[in-house]
């Protein structure tokens, strides 16, 4: 079934850098991507997705890259806050399935 | 957003006890989920359901049952509580496929 990857498990920043965090999935099949933010002790927040058939989708300070080729998803975040700390996970729905697969999270830390 | 609400938020329970963990959703949405997290780990699909009166096994449904009396409503069930069980557990629920809304996450511990 499907699998998905991602990395770096954690990162810790200065507030004002951009992070890059990247997903890999195994499904050719995969066809949604959506990527959720949890808050320590708080439930999933969603924040941004892309389709198989998009290449780049951007929201505020968000930029999430796909590439149907090699499988695998970038988000980038730009001028990182404090309260962009958070575990951000990557997730995979593949067609004709209402199952959503996610990696294991990445632990953004953002130093004031 | 979609309001997706949990009870209890927290729970200790004993080995061998039932738990029942409950959802309730207000937006009218088909589709509800039951996943458990691990420290360290993403989440894991338990059971779901896309009507009521019906439920669907996911990933890792060994040891739970679940039950959707009605749209809104989707219970998580242990019969037998067991240690390994001892996660947070997160309700979601979507109106079609694609953007899942979770509720707040209900800790349990089993002794």
């Known amino acids: 079934g499907e699998q998905v990857e991602q990395l770096p498990s954690s990162l810790i920043v200065q507030e004002g850098a951009s992070v890059l965090i990247n997903c890999s999935y195994t499904?050719?099949?995969?066809?949604?991507f959506p990527w959720y933010k949890q808050e320590p002790g708080k439930r999933l927040q969603f924040i941004i997705d892309i389709r198989s058939n998009m290449e780049r989708k951007q929201t505020q300070r968000l930029t999430l890259l796909f590439d149907k080729k090699t499988k695998h998803l970038s988000l980038h975040i730009t001028a990182t806050q404090p309260g962009d700390s958070a575990i951000y996970f990557c997730s995979a729905r593949s067609s004709g399935s209402w199952q959503l697969i996610f990696g294991s999270g990445t632990q953004l830390t953002v130093m004031p | 957003e979609a309001a997706v609400t949990q009870s209890p938020r927290s729970k200790v329970a004993v080995t061998g006890g039932k738990v029942t963990l409950s959802c309730h959703q207000t937006n009218n949405h088909d589709y509800m989920y039951w996943y458990r997290q691990d420290t360290g780990h993403g989440l894991r699909l338990i059971h779901y359901s896309y009507v009521a009166d019906s439920t669907e096994k996911g990933d890792i449904p060994d040891g739970y049952k679940a039950s959707r009396p009605s749209q809104e409503n989707f219970s998580l069930i242990l019969e037998l509580a067991s240690l390994s069980q001892t996660a947070v557990y997160f309700c979601a629920s979507s109106e079609g496929v694609d953007t899942q809304y979770f509720g707040p996450g209900t800790r349990l511990l089993v002794l």
């Open positions: 499904d050719s099949a995969s066809v949604y």
